[in-house]
């Protein structure tokens, strides 16, 4: 069976034989790898802020074996927390990325020391050739796709055209959805994720500075959600998830340069603020929980939003 299993200083290794941390051997002191069994993802994950233990873990170990899942964006951050734990969960990933290519393939490279398959696909998913050319290369190699993540956003991004943000987070969420159907069958799923200041965008203002992100995320939500009869008809399940501000993303990063101590004034009307983990793990159940009534799965507290 694929996935993590818990086997443990079987002295396959010098990690296994040693005290469970690796030796370092020449000159260059380098640390000798792990084998399968000893790797962190095996351990319990690495994540940007800690480790997440076997217990921690959002999903069983081998409850994805035989999934297809693509992540968009995938390469860090939240994207990469989140393809890391529905691989860990037993299911074959898709990494996608658009101009980090060395840290999605080490990722796809500790992937595959699970035992799943991790393929790597760059495309600027403002393009639609980018887009055609990825999902080809999916169906050759996976033959289609079972979840489907649309993470990648972005808009706050310098140097980058007037209406970016919204050729990314409308315009290029809802083709990447269409041209995956053909690889979506009966019983697949489409996850979307959002903000809370996006999603809530119409009832509840946000800080100016993430106002082009929020109107065009919410945008490509409503966009998105006009095809729920669709998807329905074709036996797909459509879900959002929407967080608050998450702590160490881009995005917090360059509200709090723009705006000093808006991170730390949303967290103390908030309470608490979700950390990268933390939130990727909530994704990663969206792709198999049941799917709210309204299609909508809310994270964190949202008493400061006016509902919709």
Request: charged share 20%.
């Amino acid at each position: 069976m694929r996935g993590v299993r818990p086997w443990a200083n079987h002295g396959c290794c010098d990690r296994c034989s040693a005290s469970g941390e690796g030796v370092e051997r020449g000159a260059m002191a380098q640390t000798v790898p792990a084998c399968r069994a000893c790797s962190p993802a095996a351990r319990g994950t690495v994540g940007r802020v800690g480790v997440v233990t076997e217990q921690q873990r959002p999903l069983a170990p081998g409850s994805l074996n035989g999934k297809r899942v693509l992540v968009t964006g995938s390469s860090r951050g939240i994207g990469a927390d989140t393809v890391r734990y529905i691989a860990e969960a037993g299911a074959d990933v898709v990494i996608n990325y658009r101009n980090k290519a060395p840290r999605a393939n080490k990722l796809a490279g500790e992937l595959q020391a699970l035992g799943v398959q991790a393929i790597v696909e760059g495309a600027d998913l403002t393009d639609a050739v980018s887009i055609q050319a990825m999902f080809a290369s999916v169906e050759r190699q996976y033959g289609g796709l079972d979840v489907l993540v649309l993470n990648a956003s972005g808009g706050m991004e310098s140097g980058v055209a007037e209406d970016y943000a919204l050729q990314l987070n409308r315009d290029a969420q809802v083709n990447v959805l269409t041209t995956a159907l053909p690889l979506l069958g009966r019983g697949s799923r489409v996850v979307f994720v959002t903000s809370q200041q996006a999603h809530f965008f119409r009832t509840t203002p946000t800080m100016p500075e993430y106002v082009p992100v929020a109107l065009s995320k919410r945008a490509g939500e409503d966009a998105l959600r006009a095809l729920i009869p669709d998807l329905a008809d074709r036996g797909i399940e459509f879900v959002v998830v929407s967080g608050d501000m998450i702590e160490g993303t881009i995005t917090a990063t360059l509200l709090e340069r723009a705006n000093p101590g808006a991170i730390a004034s949303r967290r103390e009307s908030a309470g608490k603020l979700y950390n990268v983990s933390e939130f990727a793990a909530e994704v990663a159940k969206a792709a198999v929980d049941p799917v709210p009534e309204d299609n909508t799965r809310l994270v964190g507290d949202t008493s400061a939003f006016a509902g919709e």
